[in-house]
């Protein structure tokens, strides 16, 4: 395993933001439920007609349960019933994908001592590249339980920077053969900037506490499924999200809950503020 990156190199990398997607991008993304089936379809309303998507998850799935075929995919029969579902090796050797989005499974500081997250990071890049060289690769940051007893804001606080950019992007970067910049997507920063400002707003529409924007101790709700899918717009899009929709359809074609115009315009501000301040999310300020 290499040392990481050098912070200074590392910093280097995403001085000149991407500029923003000029078409409607095909997409894979690979995770487990704090991706979820809803997020995604989320997102594709969000985005310009001809946004499409595949996925694979799992329950609490790592990256190297989704790379080594002779390791279960937990959940994988569960979770893959749906018209999205695509085996990722075949998918990314297709070409066919403009953007990847790959995540890890937390207990974070557990997928990295135990599941090699660096090294299966490096391998699902490569393959994305591989198939095609101009793809995009984004580590889509996420978060702990609720009741983390460190504290789950200030775990939000630390972790990226000490595990999803030290011990897994900048241990990535390293490898020699790992030429291009993966860029992250904050949705656990992105949480706890909106978690702030509703706690310190004492709520905002129909949200008030971060108890809101989840269905239970670490799952998003539809509020929170909304502000992931806001967050993966702003970044892989590069644009604001302010003035999109915010009454939108789950996977089963069902309404989600609408967080009504207040919070819903709170949410498109604070993902706004949160990827264009946070430079490895390849945004640039409009």
Same mark, same amino acid.
């Given at each position: 395993?290499?040392?990481?990156?050098?912070?200074? @190199?590392?910093?280097?990398?995403?001085?000149?933001?991407?500029?923003?997607?000029?078409?409607?991008?095909?997409?894979?993304?690979?995770?487990?439920?704090? /991706?979820?089936?809803?997020?995604?379809?989320?997102?594709?309303?969000?985005?310009?007609?001809?946004?499409?998507?595949?996925?694979?998850?799992?329950?609490?799935?790592?990256?190297?349960?989704?790379?080594?075929?002779?390791?279960?995919?937990?959940?994988?029969?569960?979770? %893959?019933?749906?018209?999205?579902?695509?085996?990722?090796?075949?998918?990314?050797?297709?070409?066919?994908?403009? /953007?990847?989005?790959?995540?890890?499974?937390?207990?974070? +500081?557990?997928?990295?001592?135990?599941?090699?997250?660096?090294?299966?990071?490096?391998?699902?890049?490569?393959?994305?590249?591989?198939?095609? =060289?101009?793809?995009?690769?984004?580590? $889509?940051?996420?978060?702990? %339980?609720?009741?983390?007893?460190?504290?789950?804001? @200030?775990?939000?606080?630390?972790?990226?920077?000490?595990?999803?950019?030290?011990?897994?992007?900048? +241990?990535?970067?390293?490898?020699?053969?790992?030429?291009?910049?993966?860029?992250?997507?904050?949705?656990?920063?992105?949480? @706890?900037?909106? /978690?702030?400002?509703?706690?310190?707003?004492?709520?905002?529409?129909?949200?008030?506490?971060?108890?809101?924007?989840?269905?239970?101790?670490?799952?998003?709700?539809?509020?929170?499924?909304?502000?992931?899918?806001?967050?993966? $717009?702003? /970044?892989?899009?590069?644009?604001? =999200?302010?003035?999109?929709?915010?009454?939108?359809?789950? @996977? %089963?074609?069902?309404?989600?809950?609408?967080?009504?115009?207040?919070?819903?315009?709170?949410?498109?501000?604070?993902?706004?503020?949160?990827?264009?301040?946070?430079?490895?999310?390849?945004?640039?300020?409009?």
């Amino acid at each position: 395993m290499p040392a990481p990156l050098d912070q200074g @190199a590392f910093e280097a990398l995403y001085e000149t933001p991407l500029a923003s997607a000029e078409a409607p991008l095909r997409v894979y993304h690979l995770g487990h439920s704090l /991706v979820g089936r809803d997020m995604p379809v989320m997102l594709a309303q969000l985005a310009e007609d001809g946004h499409s998507f595949n996925s694979q998850l799992g329950w609490g799935a790592n990256l190297r349960e989704h790379w080594e075929p002779d390791i279960p995919v937990k959940g994988f029969e569960q979770e %893959n019933t749906h018209a999205q579902f695509r085996d990722p090796h075949e998918a990314l050797a297709s070409g066919e994908y403009d /953007v990847v989005v790959l995540t890890e499974t937390v207990e974070i +500081r557990d997928s990295i001592k135990y599941q090699d997250s660096q090294e299966y990071l490096r391998k699902w890049a490569r393959a994305a590249r591989d198939g095609n =060289p101009e793809a995009r690769v984004y580590l $889509y940051e996420t978060w702990h %339980n609720l009741d983390d007893e460190e504290g789950w804001l @200030a775990r939000l606080d630390r972790d990226l920077g000490l595990y999803w950019e030290g011990e897994i992007l900048r +241990r990535t970067l390293a490898h020699d053969d790992v030429t291009r910049p993966i860029y992250v997507i904050p949705g656990g920063q992105v949480m @706890a900037a909106f /978690v702030r400002q509703v706690e310190a707003a004492g709520g905002i529409g129909p949200i008030q506490s971060r108890n809101d924007l989840f269905k239970d101790q670490i799952h998003f709700n539809d509020y929170g499924a909304y502000l992931m899918a806001l967050t993966h $717009y702003a /970044v892989l899009y590069g644009r604001s =999200p302010a003035g999109l929709a915010h009454a939108l359809d789950k @996977a %089963n074609g069902t309404p989600a809950a609408d967080p009504g115009p207040e919070a819903a315009r709170a949410m498109q501000e604070t993902v706004w503020q949160v990827v264009t301040a946070y430079s490895p999310s390849g945004v640039a300020e409009d």
